[in-house]
C-alpha cells in the first residue's frame, strides 16, 4: 500500500503518516472480514480502499493531542495506542446473521461485479435484494449508525477457493469483532408474545451457531426487520420497543428453549460471550457438541467446519471429502490443542463410530449428531476430575487412540426391568471384586457398530466355537493418580473390554487383567469397546494406593483403542 508522501497537503511528517498506515492496516487485515459493504451506498470495497478512507478520517478528525504528536514525527508508545484506538473506532462494522432463502436465489458477490447490479438485483432477486437492503438499512440507521457491514452472501467471492478457505477459518473472529451482530428471523412475524420464534430456521442452522455464541453484542430482528427487544440509542438513551416492550427475558426463555443454550448474563440491550479461549472452561466441549448435534448445513463438512471458531482451532477446508472425514479432522485439531480435562469429554459419546476407512481407532465418533444422547450431558459427569496435565498424554496414532486405563476384572449382569437394547444403548451392572465399592450401574452408550449383533451385547449368544465364553474388563479412564495412590470417581466414563480366551487356556481371575493385555498390543475394537459411564448417585473417589494394584487385580496400562 503506497503511503502519502505529498507533504504540501499533509500536516504529519512521513514518518508519522507510515505509523498512522501500518496501525490502520494491521487493524483492517487482522480484525476485518476481506471486504464489506459501504451501508450507505450499498456498495462492496476492498480492505485497501477501507484503509484509504479510515487514515483520511483519522488524519482530518484526530484530537489535537494526537495531531501535534504525530505532526512533530514523535508519535510515543501512548499515542500509537490512541490511534490504534481511532482506528478500531473508525473500523467498526455490523455483521448479519441469516438463514439463506429456499427456493429464491440470493444476491451473491458475482451479481456486484456487473455495472448496474441494485436495478437489476432489485428486479430479479426480489426477496433476497430486499433481504440485503434491509441489513443495510437497519445497520447504517439508529441505533447502531455503522458505516461498513458484512453479510455471507454478497461479501464472499466463492468461486475463489483461497478467499473461501480464509473466510470460513476466519468467521467466528468476524463475528467476535463487530460492532453488532443483527439476527434477522425471517419467519418471526410481529407479536408481543413472539409466537413460533422458537421454531424459526435460524435455530436449526449449522453456521448460525457461532453466529450466535461468538459476537460481543447481538440484537435480534424480526421478520419486519424491527427489533424484538429494547435498545441504547446514541444519545445513551434507552429506547423502548414500542409495540413489545418487555420481550427481553421473553426472548431469552425462546433461546433457551430452542437452542438449550443458557441466557446470556449480561444486560438487557446486549449478549455478550466469552472469548473462544475462555468458553472452553470444564465442563463446555460436551455442552458446544451437544448444541451442535442437531443442526444441520446444506454441505455436510460445513457442519465441521462451523465449529471450527467454536473450539478454536483451524484446519484447511476440503469440500467434497465426505462430513465424517472433516469431522475426524475436528477431533484430531481437538485433540492435538486441549488440555486432558478436556479431551476426556470427547470421548463421551453414543451413536455410529468412525469408518475404518478413515482410522482405525474405535473410541472416535462418526459425527456432531453422537453427541445428542441425553445422558453424555449429565452433570455428574461433568464434575469429573481429571488433571489438565497426566503422566501421559492421550495420542492420536495410527494404530488407535492412546489411553491411560486403570483395567479391572468385571462381572457384567443385565439390570433386571432394564430396557431391552434398541441399537444406542442398554444398561447394565458391572460388578469387581478388584473394586472396593458399591456396583456399578452403568450405561453402555453404544455398541460402536452400525447394524450391532447379539453378541456385541450378550457375546455368551454367539459365542465362537473354538473360544470359552467372553472375560469382561472395566477399563477406567477418568481417574487421578500422583506417585502413590489411584483415586476412581464414582462418577466417570470407561471402557468395557470383552475378551474371548481360547478354550485350551484356563486362568485365574486375578490373572485376566494381565494376560490379556499380553495378548494383544492393539485391541479389536470392532467387538470389543464399548462406552461406559457409571450413573449411580453416589458422590466422591474411592482411593487405592498403587502398591497394592497388583494384589488387588488392578492393571494400569496404555492401550491403542
Not at 238 to 250: C, Q
Not at 482 to 505: H, R
Not at 544 to 555: A, P, Y
Request: glycine share 6%; net charge neutral.
Amino acid at each position: 500500500m503506497q503511503v502519502n508522501t505529498d507533504r504540501q497537503e499533509s500536516p504529519f511528517t512521513e514518518e508519522a503518516e507510515k505509523i498512522i498506515h501500518d496501525i490502520v492496516s494491521e487493524h483492517v487485515y487482522t480484525r476485518m472480514p476481506i471486504r464489506v459493504l459501504r451501508l450507505d451506498k450499498m456498495e462492496l470495497i476492498e480492505r485497501g480502499a477501507v484503509i484509504n478512507e479510515v487514515i483520511d478520517v483519522i488524519t482530518k478528525n484526530s484530537s489535537l493531542s494526537v495531531k501535534a504528536e504525530i505532526s512533530r514525527g514523535t508519535v510515543h508508545t501512548v499515542k500509537k495506542e490512541e490511534v490504534r484506538l481511532l482506528a478500531q473506532q473508525n473500523c467498526e462494522y455490523a455483521i448479519l446473521s441469516h438463514t439463506w432463502l429456499v427456493n429464491q436465489p440470493e444476491v451473491l458477490y458475482a451479481d456486484a461485479q456487473i455495472a448496474g447490479w441494485q436495478s437489476s438485483a432489485a428486479t430479479k432477486k426480489v426477496t433476497g435484494f430486499n433481504k440485503l437492503k434491509g441489513f443495510c438499512d437497519t445497520a447504517s440507521g439508529e441505533p447502531y449508525w455503522a458505516r461498513y457491514g458484512w453479510i455471507d452472501t454478497i461479501c464472499i467471492d466463492k468461486s475463489s477457493t483461497s478467499e473461501l478457505d480464509e473466510s470460513i477459518r476466519s468467521m467466528y473472529r468476524w463475528y467476535l469483532n463487530s460492532k453488532v451482530c443483527i439476527v434477522y428471523l425471517a419467519e418471526t412475524p410481529p407479536s408481543p408474545t413472539l409466537d413460533g420464534m422458537e421454531r424459526d430456521r435460524w435455530f436449526t442452522r449449522g453456521w448460525t451457531l457461532q453466529e450466535y455464541l461468538a459476537p460481543k453484542v447481538i440484537k435480534f430482528h424480526g421478520q419486519d426487520w424491527r427489533p424484538l427487544t429494547s435498545y441504547i440509542s446514541s444519545t445513551g438513551q434507552n429506547i423502548k420497543n414500542d409495540r413489545f416492550p418487555e420481550t427481553v427475558s421473553l426472548i431469552q426463555e425462546k433461546i433457551e428453549k430452542a437452542t438449550g443454550i443458557p441466557p446470556s448474563l449480561g444486560s438487557s440491550t446486549e449478549h455478550d460471550y466469552l472469548h473462544p479461549s475462555s468458553t472452553l472452561s470444564r465442563g463446555r466441549i460436551i455442552k458446544q457438541m451437544q448444541w451442535a448435534a442437531r443442526r444441520e448445513t446444506t454441505r455436510q463438512e460445513d457442519r465441521s467446519y462451523s465449529l471450527m471458531g467454536i473450539f478454536n482451532v483451524s484446519f484447511s477446508i476440503a469440500y467434497g471429502e465426505g462430513g465424517e472425514r472433516a469431522f475426524f479432522r475436528l477431533i484430531e485439531a481437538i485433540l492435538a490443542t486441549k488440555p486432558a480435562d478436556q479431551v476426556c469429554q470427547l470421548l463421551a459419546w453414543g451413536g455410529r463410530p468412525l469408518s475404518d476407512e478413515i482410522h482405525t481407532s474405535r473410541l472416535l465418533p462418526s459425527g456432531p449428531e453422537c453427541y445428542g444422547t441425553p445422558e453424555v450431558g449429565d452433570p455428574a459427569w461433568l464434575e469429573v476430575k481429571v488433571p489438565r496435565n497426566p503422566p501421559e498424554p492421550t495420542v492420536l496414532t495410527h494404530i488407535g487412540l492412546k489411553v491411560r486405563v486403570l483395567i479391572a476384572r468385571a462381572m457384567v449382569v443385565p439390570l433386571a426391568g432394564a430396557p431391552p437394547f434398541d441399537g444406542h444403548q442398554v444398561q447394565f451392572e458391572v460388578r469387581s471384586s478388584s473394586l472396593k465399592f458399591d456396583p456399578l450401574h452403568v450405561h453402555l452408550l453404544s455398541a460402536h457398530e452400525t447394524n450391532p449383533k447379539p453378541k456385541d451385547i450378550y457375546p455368551s449368544l454367539e459365542k465362537d466355537r473354538d473360544t470359552q465364553d467372553p472375560h469382561f474388563l472395566l477399563a477406567i479412564y477418568t481417574f487421578v493418580e500422583d506417585n502413590t495412590k489411584v483415586q476412581i470417581p464414582s462418577v466417570g466414563l470407561g471402557f468395557m473390554l470383552a475378551w474371548y480366551p481360547p478354550k485350551d487356556v484356563w486362568l485365574k481371575d486375578s490373572d485376566i487383567a494381565s494376560v490379556y493385555l499380553n495378548a494383544r498390543s492393539k485391541v479389536d475394537t470392532r467387538d470389543a469397546v464399548t462406552f461406559a459411564r457409571t450413573v449411580n448417585s453416589k458422590d466422591g473417589y474411592s482411593t487405592l494406593m498403587k502398591d497394592r494394584l497388583q494384589g488387588e487385580s488392578l492393571v494400569m496400562a496404555s492401550l491403542y483403542l
